[in-house]
């Protein structure tokens, strides 16, 4: 595992694949978090406690600086068709299963609430919520707040604050 400084990291977590895995400056890893895949974590990003990170060696998440996951979070990087297109479990050799296999992303300031679940393919735009038990399976605009199983756009989050806090903070260091 490459890391930048303070970085923390719950002896409680379990990344499976630590040579997959990069975490920039100030990037925090909470307890009982399961990371199965290769991961880009920004600098002052945070993964909350009982996260899953799922996706094999194939998938990935990145993270850009400042986005954040709360308690619970499900991000699928890899993904089984359960239409029929092929036999399911990861027993079944791959040829025989029909797996979708990609990158999430989560844009600079993009926060998930607790428990939210995001399928493979998606990017979270910058500055977007995503209020909790949510479950996102499609493009997240710029600093939109979303909400909804499926998610849906219902705010606006406050961008000129928020960009103007990071900038102190990154001056103060």
């Known amino acids: 595992m490459r ?15 630590p040579d997959l895995v990069d975490l920039g400056d100030q990037a925090a ?14 600098s002052y990003t945070y993964i909350g406690p009982h996260c899953s990170i799922l996706g094999g060696w194939d998938g990935r998440l990145v993270m850009k600086d400042f986005s954040s996951l709360a308690a619970g979070c499900r991000i699928i990087c890899s993904s089984e068709d359960y ?6 479990g990861a027993a079944i050799p791959l040829q025989y299963r029909a797996v979708k296999i990609s990158t999430v992303t989560l844009e600079r300031f993009a926060s998930l609430a607790i428990n939210v679940t995001v399928s493979p393919g998606v990017t979270i735009g ?12 499609m493009d997240l605009e710029p600093w939109g707040i979303y909400a909804g199983s499926p998610v849906r756009r219902i705010g606006r989050r406050r961008q ?3 960009l103007a806090y990071a900038e102190e903070l990154m001056r103060s260091r």
């Open 29 to 42: 890893i909470d307890a009982f978090t399961l990371i199965t895949t290769a991961a880009t974590l920004g």
């Open 126 to 137: 910058e500055g977007a919520a995503v209020a909790a038990g949510a479950a996102v399976d």
């Open 83 to 88: 239409t029929g297109e092929g036999l399911n």
């Open 160 to 162: 000129e604050k928020m």
């Open 3 to 17: 890391h930048g400084i303070n970085v923390r990291v719950s002896p409680h977590a379990v990344i499976s694949r």
